[in-house]
Structure formats: structure tokens, C-alpha cells
């Protein structure tokens, strides 16, 4: 399974963006696929995550403001971000999760500051 995150950048606070992640390889057997994050100084933290069967759950930090998304037609999951704050400044990461084990795609840098 390969992973590949996009849509990071400079936003302002306040501001909204939204990260894809784009899925492709062996993807049968996935069972949830996750964003995290890691921020200055912080240990990687999960934000959201979608199971193969639709449920979501997030990060009490984020919830209210993060939304994540799924088009299966795409093979690609999103995340998006509203409200942003200069806490959620971080590399966002994704992550399958398959029954053989866990696969990262590689991070994209999100920056919220004025």
C-alpha cells in the first residue's frame, strides 16, 4: 500500500484547508485509514480516522472544526480543516492500517500563522 498526503500550507488563523490523501497499491483489507499529526517538540498525535465501514472518530482537540472524508472512487481520503489555529501547526500524516500491519504515506507541513 502506498500513501500519498497533499494539501498542506500557510494559512491563517481562522483560516480553512484541506488535505487529501491519495491511496493506491494493495488496497483490499484495509480496515481504517487515520491522519495524524506531529507537531514542534510534540510526539506524532492521531487527529481522524475513517473506518472501511464509515465511522469516524476524532481527536477531542480537533472535533467540531476537522472533518473526515472518503471518495472510494478516487481511492482517497481527506481531511478538512476549518478554523484553524496555530496549535494545529504540524505535519499531518496518513496511515493505513491493514490486518499484515500499518502503512504511512509521507507528511505534509501544515502552517498557521499570521
Known amino acids: 500500500v502506498q500513501l500519498q498526503a497533499s494539501g498542506g500550507g500557510l494559512v491563517q488563523p481562522g483560516g480553512s484547508l484541506r488535505l487529501s490523501c491519495a491511496v493506491s497499491g494493495s488496497t483490499s483489507s484495509i480496515s481504517s485509514i487515520s491522519w495524524y499529526r506531529q507537531g514542534p517538540g510534540t510526539q506524532r498525535e492521531s487527529v481522524a480516522t475513517?473506518?472501511?465501514?464509515?465511522?469516524?472518530n476524532y481527536a477531542d482537540s480537533v472535533k467540531g472544526r476537522f472533518t473526515i472524508s472518503r471518495d472510494n472512487a478516487k481511492n482517497t481520503v481527506y481531511l478538512q480543516m476549518n478554523a484553524l489555529k496555530s496549535e494545529d501547526t504540524a505535519v499531518y500524516y496518513c496511515?493505513?492500517?491493514?490486518?499484515?500491519?500499518?502503512?504511512w504515506g509521507q507528511g505534509t507541513q501544515v502552517t498557521v500563522s499570521s
Open positions: 496511515k493505513a492500517r491493514k490486518p499484515s500491519g500499518s502503512f
Open positions: 475513517i473506518t472501511s465501514g464509515g465511522t469516524t
